[in-house]
């Protein structure tokens, strides 16, 4: 079973307290991997929120391979940061030769683009990277977007902190908001894509659970965006979900657990919206999800999300201070990481509400 976490906090905060959040969760997951994605980021980053941001491992084939690739498309560098790197001899980790997190300027012919054109050009150059790396098998492409920061990696989660010098903090390293997962895909190959959590245009997922209804929710979703690729784990469908109710088709947020758990139609009938969710139940039927699975996820504005299936299978827990929000799946990290909070306000989200946190930490609960 996977353990997951996603933490907004007003304060700049270091990655090493996704690594204390899923230690205090161990029993819970099989030490085969780690993987965060920061947003909102601060220190050495932090100057330069509005240009794109690339975080890959590769070989060094690869690596040049994307160096060639980012040029002829026009882009340079700006600045790179270098993971510490801790190689003590008796460490699970199954290391990438090279990590490469560097702060790119858009091409000179893009000075006046429209930030609609910006991303355009970020998400096609996403997919030619990838398409690359992989016809080659020299490496991943983990997210192209400003102010995102992304590594994924197959082991001890504990040895890939140390690996990477996590645990010690610093000021370099820090973000308002770290999603964390603490499992690779074990059911299926390993895969680096596999591992949660997924990112996509400013969206970032992460489940705990499976989706039963994968390969229906795959089928249909390969043609919606070109950006819907991979597949390597059947929660990618919950991403491009979101993405897709969110950003394509632009509804309200509202809206997205209509789509992947819809009210029964006895329920529906009796409800002022009627029309619309009996049109979205009809015409998004390949996009409902299915099995046990708990899901958050970050919205481009910055805001955390948390959704149950529709019977509450998979747990998870919501604690709070004045400072920070913390969604996670056990309460022991809650316990570790805000021993002072108001335990009362602990929130255990229900199989048919939506949990908001907003940028100013307020906590919505939507009914469906």
């Keep these: 079973m996977c353990r997951i976490g996603a933490i907004k906090s007003k304060n700049k905060l270091h990655p090493s307290i996704a690594l204390k959040l899923m230690r205090s969760q161990q029993e819970g997951h099989d030490d085969s991997g780690f993987a965060f994605v920061m947003q909102d980021l601060g220190g050495i980053f932090e100057s330069y929120k509005d240009l794109p941001l690339l975080s890959m491992a590769a070989t060094v084939e690869g690596t040049r391979l994307a160096e060639d690739i980012l040029r002829e498309s026009g882009f340079s560098r700006v600045m790179q940061w270098t993971p510490n790197i801790n190689n003590e001899k008796g460490l699970k980790i199954d290391a990438m030769p090279n990590y490469i997190f560097e702060v790119l300027q858009y091409?000179?012919?893009?000075?006046?683009?429209?930030?609609?054109e910006k991303e355009e050009l970020l998400i096609n150059t996403s997919i030619e990277l990838r398409n690359a790396l992989e016809k080659t098998n020299s490496g991943y492409i983990y997210s192209f977007w400003p102010d995102t920061l992304t590594l994924k990696e197959i082991g001890s989660p504990k040895d890939i902190g140390t690996y990477f010098d996590l645990w010690n903090e610093n000021k370099d390293l820090a973000s308002g908001i770290i999603t964390a997962q603490c499992r690779q895909n074990t059911n299926y190959d390993i895969?680096?894509?596999?591992?949660h959590p997924f990112f996509l245009?400013?969206?970032?997922?992460?489940?705990?659970?499976?989706?039963?209804?994968?390969?229906k929710n795959k089928y249909y979703q390969q043609k919606l965006y070109?950006?819907?690729?991979?597949f390597e784990s059947d929660s990618q469908c919950l991403l491009y979900t979101l993405h897709y109710v969110h950003k394509i088709l632009k509804w309200p947020l509202q809206y997205f657990k209509h789509t992947i758990t819809p009210l029964e139609y006895d329920d529906i009938i009796k409800r002022d919206n009627r029309e619309i969710l009996l049109r979205i139940k009809?015409?998004?039927?390949?996009?409902?999800?299915?099995?046990?699975?708990?899901?958050?996820?970050?919205?481009?504005?910055?805001?955390?999300?948390?959704?149950?299936?529709?019977?509450?299978?998979?747990?998870?827990?919501?604690?709070?201070n004045k400072d920070m929000v913390i969604m996670t799946s056990e309460v022991a990290?809650?316990?570790?990481?805000?021993?002072?909070r108001d335990f009362r306000q602990d929130i255990y989200p229900t199989e048919r509400e939506t949990i908001v946190v907003k940028k100013d930490l307020t906590v919505e609960r939507w009914q469906q």
């Design 107 to 116: 091409p000179k012919s893009y000075k006046h683009a429209t930030e609609e």
């Design 191 to 195: 895969v680096r894509y596999a591992a």
């Design 201 to 215: 245009e400013g969206y970032t997922v992460l489940v705990n659970g499976e989706n039963t209804f994968y390969e």
């Design 226 to 230: 070109k950006g819907y690729l991979g």
């Design 282 to 320: 009809a015409s998004l039927s390949h996009l409902e999800v299915n099995g046990p699975n708990t899901m958050l996820a970050v919205t481009p504005d910055k805001e955390l999300l948390c959704v149950c299936d529709s019977k509450k299978l998979r747990p998870v827990v919501v604690g709070r």
């Design 333 to 340: 990290g809650l316990n570790d990481l805000m021993p002072d």
